[in-house]
């Protein structure tokens, strides 16, 4: 009798275990429009416009460990019954943010034409490198699992993060097939394969001269380059790039060293016959796609490049 209350115990304690997990709050929108206010006064949060041809879902459980769901809000063009997809990728230092910092940028998209999905994924406090990249792939596979209901076209998706999101999407878009990066994923008949990359202010090398990564980089990937220089350079975009990399547009602020390896890939692209295009939005800070005046051109050089990949 006594064995199986002490089982009971150790299995309640490791339950609430795998349930309880620290959040980091410190990143939101509110907090970095309290930042930039000074140097930029002019700066409005972007809002989101009503339209009657978007639906929305929200908390979708794409994913479940052991009692840990994960979730992903869909918004997506009724209107049509297959349109192409857009994956969304929050920013916040692989640490903090969360899927709703997406919800503007995702309804604005969607309302031209598309299906777009705001993902949750395990940040550095619950689950290091390459916990969340799995999360995401297998995000990926829900989708397509799921297309009709999300009026997907399958073979058209495209991946979209910002900040640490965007260096995600670059990975994700860049490890396609790639056999390393399957055995987290859930099995089932859909790939998790992208067709495009965008990548808003995401840095593309870990370990080069234009980046100035240090403790939160070093905090995701199992420590520092000295302590693990392996992980540096897996987790990198640019370690990647090859003749089967997707489209990509890089959307980036006036700081270089959120960009950095990006020159490299691109020649790389360049010998491949791969489609890119860099815009840079002039005098602007990182963050910038959560504000207005940026936003809209965020918006307009994204809607301008699915456009020609996909339509």
Same mark, same amino acid.
Request: zero cysteines; hydrophobic letters at 35%.
């Given at each position: 009798m006594n064995k199986i209350v002490l089982f009971l115990i150790l299995y $309640?304690?490791?339950?609430? $275990?795998?349930?309880?997990?620290?959040?980091?709050?410190?990143?939101? @929108? !509110?907090?970095?429009?309290?930042?930039? @206010?000074?140097?930029?006064p002019f700066i409005k949060i972007a809002e989101s416009k !009503?339209?009657?041809?978007?639906?929305?879902?929200?908390?979708?459980?794409?994913?479940?460990?052991?009692?840990?769901?994960?979730?992903?809000?869909?918004?997506?063009?009724? !209107?049509?019954?297959?349109?192409?997809?857009?994956?969304?990728?929050? +920013?916040? +230092?692989?640490?903090?943010?969360?899927?709703?910092?997406?919800?503007?940028? $995702?309804?604005e998209i969607a309302a031209k034409g598309y299906s777009c999905f705001a993902i949750e994924y395990r940040l550095s406090l619950e689950a290091k490198y390459p916990e969340g990249i799995y999360d995401i792939k297998n995000a990926i596979k829900f989708i397509k699992d799921n297309a009709k209901k999300f009026h997907v076209d399958p073979n058209k998706i495209a991946i979209l993060g910002c900040s640490s999101g965007g260096q995600m999407a670059a990975l994700i878009g860049t490890t396609n097939g790639d056999l390393a990066f399957e055995d987290g994923?859930?099995? #089932?008949?859909? #790939?998790?394969?992208?067709?495009?990359? @965008?990548?808003?202010?995401?840095?593309?090398?870990?370990?080069?001269?234009e980046s100035k990564e240090g403790e939160m980089a070093s905090f995701w990937l199992k420590g520092t380059y000295e302590e693990n220089p392996e992980n540096w350079k897996n987790a990198s975009a640019l370690s990647h790039t090859n003749k089967n990399t997707p489209p @990509?547009?890089?959307?980036?602020?006036?700081?270089?060293?959120?960009?950095? +390896?990006?020159?490299?890939?691109?020649?790389?692209?360049?010998?491949?016959?791969i489609y890119n295009e860099v815009k840079t939005i002039e005098n602007s800070p990182h963050s910038f796609w959560f504000f207005q005046p940026w936003f809209d051109e965020m918006i307009k050089y994204t809607t301008q490049f699915l456009n020609k990949i996909f339509k």
């Open positions: $309640a304690t490791t339950i609430s $275990a795998q349930s309880n997990f620290v959040v980091d709050t410190s990143y939101t @929108i !509110k907090s970095t429009y309290n930042k930039l @206010i000074k140097q930029y !009503k339209n009657k041809n978007v639906a929305k879902i929200y908390d979708l459980v794409y994913n479940q460990k052991q009692n840990r769901e994960l979730h992903l809000d869909a918004y997506f063009y009724k !209107k049509e019954k297959l349109n192409p997809a857009v994956i969304m990728i929050h +920013g916040g +230092g692989w640490r903090s943010g969360n899927k709703s910092q997406m919800q503007v940028m $995702a309804q994923l859930n099995k #089932s008949k859909s #790939s998790s394969k992208v067709n495009a990359i @965008i990548d808003v202010d995401g840095i593309l090398a870990f370990k080069h001269p @990509i547009l890089f959307i980036n602020s006036s700081f270089d060293r959120f960009h950095a +390896g990006r020159d490299d890939m691109i020649t790389i692209l360049n010998e491949n016959g």
